[in-house]
């Protein structure tokens, strides 16, 4: 079984810049599922339902949150469409819209996708993400392994946290019982994939994408003008060039564990 799976996509560019290359990249790399970070999708923080069309009309299957769950009024309603393939972390507290994990059909299988986010230098005050994905673990088990819980073919957990050390605290912790865990957030990738002992596949961040001639994607003169001033300066997502970042998972038939996890660094000019 083979996935895709991309960071945060910036933006109306970062959109394009998928739809641009994904045709071809799925027929390469036979990939049975595409997934992508949707933190920064519409405008560059935040999630529309125009936005997140568009990314599902570019081929992708579904997307994962972030703590920019929240910041467009319109989001409200995209969560809350059973319809649309889009979750939020499964660990925001309190009762907010949507949903933060989802089986997904894919020909015969099932695959669990669980949208986490971390909570170190994080400005929100998140629930900890190591009991909510323990009592959710004991719900769902790879096949095999189900000790009175319901099997699934895979299970896939993004991420989206700042620190590396709290990503591969969890990825460890979660080691041998999940698919992958892949971190999202910080838009820079990490060279730091690998398989862990137990047989999940780990990388500290996917990376964006989103503008290359960026800071994180945002326009660099403002986010430069915000450090030399100290001052709340709004700005907007960069232009030019995309970088594509994700990696392509193997899993294996049997035990859903990873058999290989391959970066994917792309750079295009839509121009
Ligand atoms: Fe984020």
Known sequence: MKILFFGDIVGQLGRQALAKILPELKKETRSDLVIVNGDNVAHGQGLTQRAVQEVISAGVDFLTGGDHAFVLKEAIAVLEAKTLPV????????????????IIPCGARRILLVSLIGRVFMRQDFDDPFQKISALLEDYSLKGQEQ??????????????????????????????????????????TADEKILLGGSAFISDLGMVGPVNSVL???????????????????????????????????????????????????????
């Open 87 to 102: 979750l939020r972390p499964y660990n925001w507290p309190g009762m907010v819209p949507g949903r933060g994990f989802e």
């Open 217 to 271: 994607g945002a326009e660099k003169e403002n986010v430069i003008k915000r450090f030399l001033t100290q001052r709340m300066i709004k700005n907007g997502v960069a232009t030019g060039a995309v970088e594509i970042n994700g990696i392509c998972l193997t899993l294996d038939e049997r035990s859903g564990l990873a058999q290989n996890i391959e970066r994917i660094r792309k750079i295009i000019d839509l121009e």
């Open 148 to 189: 009175g819980s319901e099997a699934v073919d895979a299970i896939l957990i993004d991420f989206h946290a700042e620190a590396t050390s709290e990503k591969a605290a969890l990825a460890w912790f979660l080691d041998g019982k999940v698919s992958a865990v892949l971190g999202t957030h910080t838009h820079v990738p």
